[in-house]
Nanobody, 123 residues
């Protein structure tokens, strides 16, 4: 069992930056990949980014590539999502999740989810 707690969401202006954090507990953090997804009202959950457990390989969704950066600190059992050049279409609830495979990109590739943190980008 793994518990995940996201933080860092908020209301920002278009073009601003924001960093989300996700603290994990309950299992050895370095043994699993971590991903970020987001979900806007009325839309399906969308893949944002994933980072592998130890090799620090990363993969990004097309809509955030070049603007968002995922990283992890295994000593702190925390994964981060640095978001830059934010756009109104980035508005969503952002979720972190524990991956079952190395670089999963769909929700069914993930076992545990946080409660989400709201990010709102105004124009």
């Amino acid at each position: 069992q793994v518990q995940l707690v996201e933080s860092g969401g908020g209301l920002v202006q278009a073009g601003d930056s924001l960093r989300l954090s996700c603290a994990a507990s309950g299992r050895t953090f370095s043994t699993y990949a971590m991903g970020w997804f987001r979900q806007a009202p009325g839309k399906e959950r969308e893949f944002v980014a994933v980072i592998s457990r130890a090799e620090f390989m990363t993969y990004y969704g097309d809509s955030v590539k070049g603007r968002f950066t995922i990283s992890r600190d295994n000593a702190k059992s925390t994964v981060y999502l640095q978001m830059s050049s934010l756009k109104p279409e980035d508005t969503a609830v952002y979720y972190c999740a524990v991956g079952r495979s190395a670089l999963g990109r769909i929700p069914s590739d993930y076992d545990y989810w946080g409660q989400g943190t709201q990010v709102t980008v105004s124009s």
